[in-house]
T-cell receptor
Framework: RKEVEQDPGPFNVPEGATVAFNCTYSNSASQSFFWYRQDCRKEPKLLMSVYSSGNEDGRFTAQLNRASQYISLLIRDSKLSDSATYLCAVNSGGGADGLTFGKGTHLIIQP | SAVISQKPSRDICQRGTSLTIQCQVDSQVTMMFWYRQQPGQSLTLIATANQGSEATYESGFVIDKFPISRPNLTFSTLTVSNMSPEDSSIYLC??????????????FGPGTRLTVL
């Protein structure tokens, strides 16, 4: 079983719609969770950290479900500029460990 | 967050040669890491660059192939040795700064796009 799994998509979504992705992780001891956004031929950029209580930043909401071992990302009122690959990342150790990434979910917002 | 730069941004190399990639941060950071992103794939951690000691490598990566240095808290290098076409990839460094942020959030450099012929 892969450590971090995401639906690769692509998700084709009309502008203004709401879209949600999930990401499952296999290590129940995982401590930190993140969503990154990666544009074509660019480095990943941090979108959100995911806290146990969930967190919201404008149109973006992230949730953590420890019991079922998944995190989610919800994008409301999607914009054309939201088109990108969204990477889920998990830190299974302490701060000295690197991140384990999913393969990413490709999102295409259509006008 | 810290400003991270990498050199070179891209290179085309012949098989059998080696390339050293530099990662420079504009401030001291706690942790530095090196990742690889092969074409169409996600990021895979190569190693943690430890200041003043040998890097900690992930399974499947060895020091002879990917020697890493971290002489201080703002700089690290990754060498890709005896390259083959399978090493064609984007190599990214990332940093964590436990003093600036009370978390293990990582920020990435712009990456080095390597093509091996």
């Amino acid at each position: 079983r892969k450590e971090v799994e995401q639906d690769p998509g692509p998700f084709n979504v009309p502008e203004g719609a709401t879209v949600a992705f999930n990401c499952t992780y296999s290590n129940s001891a995982s401590q930190s969770f993140f969503w990154y956004r990666q544009d074509c031929r660019k480095e990943p950029k941090l979108l959100m950290s995911v806290y146990s209580s969930g967190n919201e930043d404008g149109r973006f909401t992230a949730q953590l479900n420890r019991a079922s071992q998944y995190i989610s990302l919800l994008i409301r009122d999607s914009k054309l500029s939201d088109s990108a690959t969204y990477l889920c990342a998990v830190n299974s150790g302490g701060g000295a460990d690197g991140l384990t990434f999913g393969k990413g979910t490709h999102l295409i917002i259509q006008p | 967050s810290a400003v991270i730069s990498q050199k070179p941004s891209r290179d085309i190399c012949q098989r059998g040669t080696s390339l050293t990639i530099q990662c420079q941060v504009d401030s001291q950071v706690t942790m530095m890491f090196w990742y690889r992103q092969q074409p169409g794939q996600s990021l895979t951690l190569i190693a943690t660059a430890n200041q003043g000691s040998e890097a900690t490598y992930e399974s499947g990566f060895v020091i002879d192939k990917f020697p890493i240095s971290r002489p201080n808290l703002t700089f690290s290098t990754l060498t890709v040795s005896n390259m083959s076409p399978e090493d064609s990839s984007i190599y990214l460094c990332s940093v964590e700064d436990w003093e600036r942020e009370a978390s293990d959030t990582q920020y990435f450099g712009p990456g080095t796009r390597l093509t091996v012929l």
